[in-house]
């Protein structure tokens, strides 16, 4: 890893990113799809690719995980 | 009145899905909300309670990186928990069973805090938003002290991008959020808009940068997966 890993990672954009709305849309169900140990990723891959990359959104999705009880993903 | 009813004349809509089609718990909810008007009145009180119990637990679970604490913490979860409210009742017709009741309605309240922490970063704002001060990069990306010419020299690249290739609103945004660390969501507050639309404009700032560092040869083309 260089010096400008970090810089490069967050440059880096995934063309399957489905943006903040539509991964917003659909939360509720993927939460319950992980909480219940499914895998959600596979099912909504372009929500798993931004919440991977979207911080405010990742945020969100830990937050309705931690109120259902379910564990990180 | 059953499930698939509406209340009283100032009732909210009740979700019309089939109650033999959720998991017990959601039919349950769904049913109360739907019942007479104590029983939907008992219910919203106890969904208002849950919501409560959510945001506090929210705004803490986030106040390791936030300067609101104590009595404003507690403020902001009672304003999100009543947002909350409001925003349930009025979209219950718009639920339609994918998920748990609970998750459904939790989100909201999820959502109202985001919000809200957002706004409340302006009352006592680190940064301004026309701050521009490019000897913050190095930390933000960490690159090292020690390999400090290296480091100039790719923070010198960046910046020759973002003013060549980013449109005035997508360089705005690359500054606010990237050089000045203001959260997105105070963005969202600040220009009055969504967090969709600043998400985008970072992102095609982010591809329009990389495509310039690439090509300027600071960067490889090559697709990189991370761990």
Same mark, same amino acid.
């Given at each position: 890893?260089?010096?400008?890993?970090?810089?490069?990672?967050?440059?880096? /954009?995934?063309?399957?990113?489905?943006?903040?709305?539509?991964?917003?849309?659909?939360?509720?169900?993927?939460?319950?799809?992980?909480?219940?140990?499914? &895998?959600?990723?596979?099912?909504?891959?372009?929500?798993?690719?931004?919440?991977?990359?979207?911080?405010?959104?990742?945020?969100?999705?830990?937050?309705?995980? &931690?109120?259902?009880?379910?564990?990180?993903? | 009145?059953?499930?698939?009813?509406?209340?009283?004349?100032?009732?909210?809509?009740?979700?019309?899905?089939?109650?033999?089609?959720?998991?017990?718990?959601?039919?349950?909810?769904?049913?109360?909300?739907?019942?007479?008007?104590?029983?939907?009145?008992?219910?919203?009180?106890?969904?208002?309670?849950?919501?409560?119990?959510?945001?506090?637990?929210?705004?803490?679970?986030?106040?390791?990186?936030?300067?609101?604490?104590?009595?404003?913490?507690?403020?902001?979860?009672?304003?999100?928990?009543?947002?909350?409210?409001?925003?349930?009742?009025?979209?219950?017709?718009?639920?339609?069973?994918?998920?748990?009741? /609970?998750?459904?309605?939790?989100?909201?309240?999820?959502?109202?805090?985001?919000?809200?922490?957002?706004?409340?970063?302006?009352?006592?704002?680190?940064?301004?938003?026309?701050?521009?001060?490019?000897?913050?990069?190095?930390?933000?990306?960490?690159?090292?002290?020690?390999?400090?010419?290296?480091?100039?020299?790719?923070?010198?690249?960046?910046?020759?991008?973002?003013?060549?290739?980013?449109?005035?609103?997508?360089?705005?945004?690359?500054?606010?959020?990237?050089? +000045?660390?203001?959260?997105?969501?105070?963005?969202?507050?600040?220009?009055?808009? +969504?967090?969709?639309?600043?998400?985008?404009?970072?992102?095609?700032?982010?591809?329009?940068?990389?495509?310039?560092?690439?090509?300027?040869?600071?960067?490889?083309?090559? /697709?990189?997966?991370?761990?």
């Amino acid at each position: 890893m260089n010096d400008w890993t970090a810089l490069d990672r967050f440059l880096r /954009t995934d063309p399957h990113d489905v943006g903040c709305e539509q991964a917003m849309e659909v939360l509720h169900v993927y939460v319950d799809l992980v909480a219940a140990g499914i &895998a959600a990723a596979e099912r909504y891959p372009g929500v798993a690719a931004h919440l991977a990359a979207c911080g405010p959104c990742s945020e969100d999705f830990a937050g309705l995980l &931690a109120a259902v009880g379910g564990s990180s993903h | 009145m059953g499930l698939l009813e509406t209340g009283g004349a100032d009732a909210p809509p009740v979700s019309r899905i089939d109650p033999d089609a959720l998991d017990p718990d959601s039919a349950e909810w769904l049913g109360a909300l739907g019942g007479t008007d104590s029983e939907r009145q008992a219910t919203l009180v106890r969904l208002h309670a849950m919501l409560l119990r959510i945001a506090r637990h929210e705004v803490h679970r986030r106040s390791s990186h936030l300067r609101v604490t104590g009595p404003e913490l507690d403020d902001v979860a009672h304003q999100a928990a009543a947002d909350a409210m409001v925003a349930i009742t009025a979209k219950i017709g718009q639920f339609r069973g994918e998920s748990r009741f /609970t998750t459904w309605a939790y989100k909201f309240v999820i959502f109202e805090v985001s919000t809200k922490l957002g706004r409340h970063f302006w009352r006592n704002p680190t940064v301004a938003m026309d701050a521009e001060d490019w000897d913050r990069l190095p930390d933000r990306f960490g690159l090292e002290p020690t390999r400090a010419s290296e480091s100039r020299d790719l923070v010198a690249a960046l910046g020759r991008a973002v003013d060549e290739v980013l449109t005035v609103r997508q360089r705005q945004i690359f500054v606010a959020l990237v050089l +000045n660390g203001i959260p997105l969501d105070a963005l969202v507050a600040e220009l009055d808009t +969504n967090r969709n639309a600043i998400y985008k404009m970072l992102f095609d700032a982010r591809r329009k940068l990389r495509a310039a560092l690439v090509a300027s040869g600071y960067l490889d083309a090559e /697709t990189q997966r991370y761990p």
